[in-house]
């Protein structure tokens, strides 16, 4: 596993190394730079980023937002002090841990762990979302060829399905793909969209 510490703090970065220590088989990379920190991430390409802003201001909180916002890897958060904006903040940037006030080496492992388990937990969910958008968008195009299919010759909806079905069957393709070019046809003829 590849771990990037972020902070500018070196010390800070050594509390986080130190409750690392007894992981196996991980890489671990230590960024006090803020200057090019995305770049930066993306060159050491880590599989979970731990995050240590002590007690940062409203512009380095959005800062390091945007790098969350940038990565599609866990992120864990250490923080002094914090606010229910910053927790949104980071909530809607997508850090998968936001710990304030909790910056020890012994707690360090069971937070890598939760960040990792949330952020997958969260991926599958997006997964889910999108695979359900996708085939609703395709149920969608389906309804729109079958409408067409109905008014431009006069047959009821099983009909229309079934030909889209059989002309998919046919030709070895998915009946999306046959709703679709029924659509375009449609399209380019002139038919509403």
């Given at each position: 596993?590849?771990i990037?510490?972020v ?30 920190l995305?770049?930066?991430?993306g060159e ?5 980023v731990?995050?240590?802003l ?6 380095v ?10 990565l599609a ?8 002090e ?13 850090v998968s841990s936001?710990?304030v ?9 069971p ?7 949330r ?9 889910d979302?999108?695979?359900?958008r996708g085939k ?5 195009t389906?309804?729109?060829a079958?409408?067409i ?8 909806e099983?009909q ?28 380019l ?5």
């Amino acid at each position: 596993m590849r771990i990037a510490i972020v902070d500018e703090s070196a010390t800070r970065a050594a509390v986080i190394h130190e409750g690392l220590a007894a992981l196996d088989d991980c890489e671990i990379f230590v960024v006090t730079e803020r200057r090019g920190l995305v770049a930066r991430i993306g060159e050491i390409a880590p599989d979970i980023v731990l995050m240590d802003l002590g007690n940062p201001s409203r512009d380095v909180l959005e800062e390091y937002f945007s790098v969350s916002r940038a990565l599609a890897r866990p992120i864990a958060m250490f923080v002094d002090e914090s606010d229910e904006a910053a927790i949104a903040a980071s909530i809607d940037a997508g850090v998968s841990s936001y710990v304030v006030d909790g910056l020890a080496p012994h707690r360090i492992r069971p937070i890598l762990d939760l960040a990792v388990r949330r952020f997958n937990a969260f991926a599958r969910l997006q997964t889910d979302l999108d695979e359900a958008r996708g085939k609703l968008a395709e149920r969608e195009t389906i309804d729109r060829a079958k409408r067409i299919l109905m008014d431009s010759r006069s047959i009821g909806e099983p009909q229309a399905y079934a030909e889209l079905r059989k002309t998919a069957m046919d030709r070895g393709r998915r009946i999306v793909e046959i709703a679709e070019a029924v659509v375009t046809a449609h399209q380019l003829m002139g038919g509403k969209p």
